[in-house]
């Protein structure tokens, strides 16, 4: 398990974390979502030791990551997919993280195959695409078969196959009890990867919460009605539903589908259409931190 309590770190008298308090349970994949700038990296630094807190604390099963005796059998991490020798071969970047661990060479080629890296172990690493790169990150991640693991930004530079691999992977990793913490910029992965979410801006806590919970809390669902007779349909529902109309459509808030079916069906009105639209985990984003944005776009 990972805490939180208390995070705060100051760059001068800039502020990129904020009193920040939150826990990381083991047996599911955890998204850590923000705006930039909302301190996710930070966070993540400072979790790892590579950053010192200006107060708070982070703890690792009751520690803290540098009183750790050989930290990579107790936390894997990927922060940045190209922190590697260029010149090293994979197998040789892996052995050399092994060997500062006390960890077996055998463990290297292990997860070389586990990330489907074993055809170019011996290929230096410099010369790696960004997927490679991803692959060969999660397989350092990886080598301590640890059971508290970080990625950030894990899928960048992947394709849809390597993508779908990433989410399976994750999951199975927090079905075996591990404790997974990822932070990602692509929302529509993370809705179908996190189960659980910490959102952050501005360094401050937004939400901690389930990812199913977070998007109730802050999207509406609505129902998407086709007919050749929606102003019929539109005067039956009167005052009962807030109605918008959407290309040839319309949609309805406030009731649900099965009572608008019943309406329709009871004064013979045909439909062509009668969905349910479920608020989305970009909407969620969006609506939860739109005041924590700090670099906005000309409108």
Known sequence: MLEATGLTKHYGKTVAVDDLS??????????FLGPNGAGKSTTMRM????DRPTAGRVLIDGKPYTSLARPLTKVGALLDAKWVHPNRSARAHLRWLAKSNGI??????????????TSVAGKRAGGFSLGMSQRLGIAGAL???????????????LDPEGILWIRQFLHRLADQGRTVFVSSHLLSEMAQTAQDLIVIGRGRLISQTSTEQFIQDATEDTVKVRSPELDRLRA??????RVDD????????????????????????????????????EEAFMQLTKESVEYHGAE
Do not use: C, K, M, W
């Open 246 to 281: 959407v290309e040839g459509s319309i949609v309805v808030h406030g009731l649900e589908p099965a009572r608008i079916g019943e309406l329709a069906a009871s004064n013979g009105i045909t439909l062509h259409e009668l969905s349910p639209q479920r608020g989305s985990l």
């Open 22 to 31: 939150f826990t990381v349970a083991p047996g599911r994949v955890t998204g």
């Open 143 to 157: 080598l301590g078969d640890p059971e508290v693991l970080l990625f950030d930004e894990p899928v960048n530079g």
């Open 47 to 50: 979790i790892l030791g590579l």
């Open 236 to 241: 039956l529902l009167g005052d009962d539903a």
């Open 104 to 117: 077996s060479y055998r463990r290297v080629d292990e997860v070389l195959d586990v990330v489907g890296l």
